[in-house]
């Protein structure tokens, strides 16, 4: 009996810890210049650099032995209390279950503190347009349009521009050797012409099955027990590197998933690899494409009469893959995500995606980086 007592009053601390860590969150509300300069800009910048330069060196992506990990421990665990000769003293059945109740908040109390320690207190930092002084407002039908027929040039030009492209879509082996890198050279100088702590070298994984990512709707996150991005590996080359480089931002400290699309486009569209300068201006086309659609089917019909068969091919392939992992586990994780973001005080959760084009907009108008 006092064995378990003793074992009652250790789970204690990780929930007071958790429920600490969510408090300050709510506390400090969102655009919090206390949070940008003692969190982001110094113990999160210090914990990105240690992490990088020691476990993030790792050839193999820490996911799979997190996994493996989790299942050996939960093998362990079942098999330790098979083994076991002597039975435990009888408990009411609301003893039982009191125990039960304190295990799993003290496991949640835990994972609660870790996530806002090692990464969370982020969505708490100034926003990216408060920062650079990014004037964000919701575009008009013309606005729109003017956007999206230049998304549609330049994403013409860039597919006209990768070397031994075709009318097929696009193939792995026009992706460069080094996708990681380069994507990290060109986020990273990003960032810091427009001011932005750009701490570290943080990675961004291909995983496999990739599917299993899609079946939840999602092409990728960043998982900050690991400090590392995971990114669908059945992905096509026309979206690989912009959804890459969009999880990379989130391990720079971008929690905004508008802010996150935006910079990882700008890093596609600043890249000497013509690959990747394609997939950010593919991804910010079909973007705008779909503002544009949503406003006037007309206007887009005669936008996408224009597209080449190349880019063609590769909206194809993206729709293609996509309808593979159509299901109820789709729209279940998008409602659990919106409601995620909701909690973290995105208020326009899901939704936050959509600033993407209106972001790169604002960002072109404060002539910050062309």
Same mark, same amino acid.
């Given at each position: ?22 408090g300050l =969150? ?9 949070v ?15 992490w990088d =330069? ?7 992506? =820490?996911?799979?032995g997190f996994?493996?990990g #989790? ?7 079942i #098999?330790?209390?098979?083994s ?22 003290s ?36 606005a729109?349009?003017?956007?999206a ?58 995983i ?37 480089? =969009? ?41 705008a ?6 406003? #006037? ?23 293609k ?45 404060r002539?910050i980086?062309?």
């Amino acid at each position: 009996m006092t064995t378990k007592r003793s074992s009652n009053r250790r789970r204690w601390p990780w929930i007071l810890l958790g429920a600490g860590a969510y408090g300050l =969150h709510l506390a400090l509300g969102k655009d919090s210049a206390v949070v940008e300069s003692f969190y982001t800009r110094g113990f999160y910048a210090g914990l990105r650099w240690v992490w990088d =330069h020691t476990l993030g060196l790792s050839p193999i992506p =820490h996911l799979y032995g997190f996994v493996a990990g #989790s299942f050996l421990w939960g093998l362990w665990k079942i #098999s330790r209390a098979l083994s076991r000769k002597t039975l435990p003293p009888r408990s009411s059945v609301f003893q039982k279950a009191g125990r039960v109740l304190l295990r799993a908040a003290s496991w949640a109390g835990l994972l609660v503190f870790l996530f806002y320690a090692l990464w969370g207190w982020n969505y708490n930092r100034l926003s990216v347009e408060s920062l650079l002084g990014l004037d964000v407002r919701p575009l008009d039908l013309a606005a729109v349009k003017a956007e999206a027929e230049e998304a549609t040039r330049t994403v013409l030009e860039a597919r006209a521009s990768i070397p031994g492209a075709t009318p097929a879509p696009l193939a792995d082996e026009a992706l460069p050797r080094r996708l990681e890198s380069s994507l990290r050279v060109s986020l990273s100088e990003i960032l810091r012409r427009a001011g932005l702590p750009a701490p570290g070298r943080p990675r961004a994984r291909l995983i496999r099955p990739g599917g299993l990512l899609m079946r939840f709707s999602s092409t990728g996150f960043y998982f900050p027990y690991l400090g590392e991005s995971y990114v669908a590996g059945n992905l096509t080359p026309a979206e690989k590197p912009f959804v890459m480089a =969009h999880e990379m931002a989130h391990a720079y400290g971008i929690t905004d998933e508008g802010a996150a699309s935006a910079l990882g486009y700008l890093a596609c569209a600043a890249s000497t690899e013509p690959a990747i300068r394609y997939s950010g201006h593919f991804a910010y086309w079909s973007s705008a494409f779909s503002e544009l659609r949503r406003l #006037s089917r007309e206007d887009a019909g005669e936008l996408a009469s224009r597209l080449s068969e190349g880019v063609r091919a590769d909206v194809r392939a993206v729709q293609k893959q996509w309808d593979r992992y159509r299901g109820p586990l789709r729209d279940a994780s998008q409602a659990i995500y919106d409601r995620y973001l909701k909690s973290q005080g995105v208020k326009e959760g899901l939704a936050s995606y959509d600033r993407f084009v209106s972001l790169v907009v604002a960002w072109k108008n404060r002539n910050i980086i062309r």
